[in-house]
């Protein structure tokens, strides 16, 4: 090396972060909304209902209207109402001799047509719910890994291979920051290059082993994608055995329905799995063959406290309440992986913990924001001395205002998207998406035509708005307004709403601070400045 092997890793370092930084910048602020993905998908439905009923109750509800709805069904999926969310789904999958696959795909669906069939159901009543289609928070959880408009396996290559890089550029960074610790508690604001770099090392330092974590393990969550030599070395003829075997799941039931019998109540398995399980929470259960002699039911824990994304599944005969079975103990490897995919969901989280797991996504997403915009900061004297901007200045200014700024234009428009787009229209969820996609894009195309510091507060102060208004848009288009929502203790709707004024308010600033800022002097301004005070003073 013709450099120190500290200089070799801030090139490194550099070149690693700006390359791919723009779409780490999307992933992290999708992922980091993902925490609360159950929280948007409830606002972004805003004529489900509260649960005021407990989980037996609600359980025998969905299996009065399923029994009504789909009673020749193969099979019934039920997803219990949970503080986060308190719709109930319900799933349930039709002989193939039924019905052929609906042509329309999405209507015929919901109504029961074809070979699979789901409703949303009220808790309180087993009534189905005519709530507007939307993907709510799952858009989010889904572009972060899968992104859109794209292939998903060539999504997932390009989140991986910028996971790679966002890898790379941590280790990298702590190498060239020897004094790492000490540059937490250092920011000098007003000092130009020295704030930027300053900011990008405090918001870096500051969540590092959450940086460090949520990069790998979300590296691991797809690590067959990336890693499948081994498994089809193992199994080169059935590789769905791998995953049953490895993941410990419950043996697929096999063979037809055999006479008929009356099961007995869901309230007795599911007391009985609690007592198995010490207390858990249930999340679910799924019944084979409905209504036969034969019929089965598997019944899944909730994740609740357990750190680990593979969740216990239990067994029963619907008829007699034998318990059948239960899902294999796990061996080390499967333990692992799934402690590791389970600290990137972290489903297991607490409102406390989870708190704290967004606002260390929100540091990320700051660490690489303001790492794009520090390769700028950098570059300007250099182009400046020469006189012109060169092209790749010009075009990074343009990504770091369309990205920086634009993004939080974007996920703003998502939400006004849900809000005016009609309720029957078709495809209404992939509108939304549209929406969200549209709204970046003309970000973009404005900072391709204008990179200059006006976009910039332009930008942000159009997000601004944007999202302090939500709560006003929420109340002219809704009844589930802010005031509504605390009177009736509904805090997960009321908190969407104040944090999306939080959410304008900092925009606002940021865009202020852009408007007003003044570059500070150079030193041969300073110079000439202590000069004349100098000879004033003599004077």
Same mark, same amino acid.
């Given at each position: 090396?013709?450099?120190?092997?500290?200089?070799?890793?801030?090139?490194?370092?550099?070149?690693?972060?700006?390359?791919?930084?723009?779409?780490?910048?999307?992933?992290?602020?999708?992922?980091?909304?993902?925490?609360?993905?159950?929280?948007?998908?409830?606002?972004?439905?805003?004529?489900?209902?509260?649960?005021?009923?407990?989980?037996?109750?609600?359980?025998?509800?969905?299996?009065?209207?399923?029994?009504?709805?789909?009673?020749?069904?193969?099979?019934?999926?039920?997803?219990?109402?949970?503080?986060?969310?308190?719709?109930?789904?319900?799933?349930?999958?039709?002989?193939?001799?039924?019905?052929?696959?609906?042509?329309?795909?999405?209507?015929?669906?919901?109504?029961?047509?074809?070979?699979?069939?789901?409703?949303?159901?009220?808790?309180?009543?087993?009534?189905?719910?005519?709530?507007?289609?939307?993907?709510?928070?799952?858009?989010?959880?889904?572009?972060?890994?899968?992104?859109?408009?794209?292939?998903?396996?060539?999504?997932?290559?390009?989140?991986?291979?910028?996971?790679?890089?966002?890898?790379?550029?941590?280790?990298?960074?702590?190498?060239?920051?020897?004094?790492?610790?000490?540059?937490?508690?250092?920011?000098?604001?007003?000092?130009?290059?020295?704030?930027?770099?300053?900011?990008?090392?405090?918001?870096?330092?500051?969540?590092?082993?959450?940086?460090?974590?949520?990069?790998?393990?979300?590296?691991?969550?797809?690590?067959?994608?990336?890693?499948?030599?081994?498994?089809?070395?193992?199994?080169?003829?059935?590789?769905?055995?791998?995953?049953?075997?490895?993941?410990?799941?419950?043996?697929?039931?096999?063979?037809?329905?055999?006479?008929?019998?009356?099961?007995?109540?869901?309230?007795?398995?599911?007391?009985?799995?609690?007592?198995?399980?010490?207390?858990?929470?249930?999340?679910?259960?799924?019944?084979?063959?409905?209504?036969?002699?034969?019929?089965?039911?598997?019944?899944?824990?909730?994740?609740?406290?357990?750190?680990?994304?593979?969740?216990?599944?239990?067994?029963?005969?619907?008829?007699?309440?034998?318990?059948?079975?239960?899902?294999?103990?796990?061996?080390?490897?499967?333990?692992?992986?799934?402690?590791?995919?389970?600290?990137?969901?972290?489903?297991?989280?607490?409102?406390?913990?989870?708190?704290?797991?967004?606002?260390?996504?929100?540091?990320?997403?700051?660490?690489?924001?303001?790492?794009?915009?520090?390769?700028?900061?950098?570059?300007?004297?250099?182009?400046?001395?020469?006189?012109?901007?060169?092209?790749?200045?010009?075009?990074?200014?343009?990504?770091?205002?369309?990205?920086?700024?634009? /993004?939080?234009? $974007?996920? *703003?428009?998502?939400? @006004?998207?849900?809000?005016?787009?009609? %309720?029957?229209?078709? #495809?209404?969820? &992939?509108?939304?998406?549209?929406?969200?996609?549209?709204?970046?894009?003309?970000?973009?195309?404005?900072?391709?035509?204008?990179?200059?510091?006006?976009?910039?507060?332009?930008?942000?102060?159009?997000?601004?708005?944007?999202?302090?208004?939500?709560?006003?848009?929420?109340?002219?288009?809704?009844?589930?307004? /802010?005031?509504? $929502?605390? *009177?009736?203790?509904? @805090?997960?709707?009321?908190?969407?709403? %104040?944090?999306?004024? #939080?959410?304008? &308010?900092?925009?606002?600033?940021?865009?202020?601070?852009?408007?007003?800022?003044?570059?500070?002097?150079?030193?041969?301004?300073?110079?000439?400045?202590?000069?004349?005070?100098?000879?004033?003073?003599?004077?």
């Amino acid at each position: 090396m013709k450099q120190g092997f500290r200089q070799s890793m801030a090139w490194l370092h550099t070149w690693t972060g700006l390359l791919v930084g723009w779409v780490l910048l999307l992933i992290f602020m999708a992922g980091t909304a993902s925490y609360y993905r159950e929280e948007i998908s409830r606002w972004m439905r805003p004529e489900l209902p509260r649960n005021t009923v407990d989980a037996d109750q609600a359980a025998a509800n969905a299996l009065a209207f399923l029994r009504e709805r789909a009673p020749h069904a193969e099979s019934w999926n039920v997803s219990l109402p949970d503080p986060r969310n308190p719709a109930m789904r319900t799933f349930w999958r039709n002989p193939e001799s039924m019905a052929p696959p609906p042509a329309d795909g999405g209507e015929r669906r919901r109504r029961g047509g074809g070979r699979f069939g789901d409703a949303t159901l009220d808790p309180n009543t087993g009534r189905e719910v005519s709530a507007r289609d939307t993907r709510g928070g799952d858009f989010f959880y889904r572009l972060h890994f899968d992104l859109h408009y794209l292939p998903v396996l060539w999504a997932r290559w390009i989140v991986g291979f910028c996971a790679m890089f966002m890898l790379v550029a941590i280790v990298t960074g702590v190498i060239t920051h020897k004094k790492i610790f000490r540059d937490f508690f250092t920011f000098r604001p007003g000092k130009g290059l020295r704030s930027w770099l300053d900011f990008h090392n405090v918001s870096a330092v500051m969540a590092l082993p959450y940086h460090a974590m949520i990069t790998y393990t979300g590296i691991v969550t797809l690590m067959f994608l990336y890693l499948p030599w081994g498994v089809k070395a193992a199994y080169p003829d059935d590789e769905d055995a791998f995953f049953n075997d490895a993941f410990a799941r419950l043996a697929e039931v096999q063979g037809p329905a055999a006479g008929r019998a009356a099961p007995l109540p869901i309230q007795q398995l599911l007391d009985s799995a609690r007592r198995h399980w010490n207390g858990a929470q249930i999340a679910g259960f799924v019944v084979h063959r409905p209504g036969a002699a034969n019929a089965v039911v598997d019944i899944q824990q909730r994740d609740g406290r357990r750190l680990s994304i593979d969740t216990p599944s239990l067994r029963y005969d619907a008829v007699s309440g034998a318990l059948l079975g239960a899902s294999p103990d796990a061996g080390g490897a499967t333990r692992t992986r799934g402690v590791l995919y389970g600290l990137h969901l972290a489903r297991f989280a607490e409102p406390g913990l989870r708190a704290l797991f967004f606002l260390s996504g929100l540091a990320g997403c700051l660490m690489v924001a303001s790492g794009v915009v520090l390769w700028a900061v950098k570059e300007r004297p250099k182009h400046a001395r020469a006189g012109k901007t060169g092209v790749g200045l010009r075009l990074v200014d343009a990504l770091n205002i369309g990205t920086v700024a634009g /993004l939080p234009i $974007a996920f *703003a428009a998502y939400f @006004w998207g849900n809000r005016l787009l009609p %309720l029957q229209l078709a #495809g209404r969820p &992939a509108a939304e998406a549209d929406v969200f996609f549209c709204a970046w894009g003309a970000a973009l195309l404005a900072a391709l035509a204008w990179p200059r510091r006006a976009m910039w507060a332009a930008q942000l102060y159009l997000g601004a708005a944007a999202f302090a208004l939500l709560p006003l848009l929420n109340a002219l288009t809704t009844r589930t307004h /802010l005031v509504a $929502a605390i *009177a009736d203790g509904d @805090w997960a709707l009321a908190g969407f709403d %104040l944090a999306m004024i #939080g959410f304008g &308010a900092m925009l606002a600033c940021c865009a202020w601070r852009v408007q007003h800022w003044q570059p500070p002097p150079s030193a041969a301004q300073r110079k000439r400045r202590q000069h004349g005070a100098g000879e004033e003073a003599r004077a």
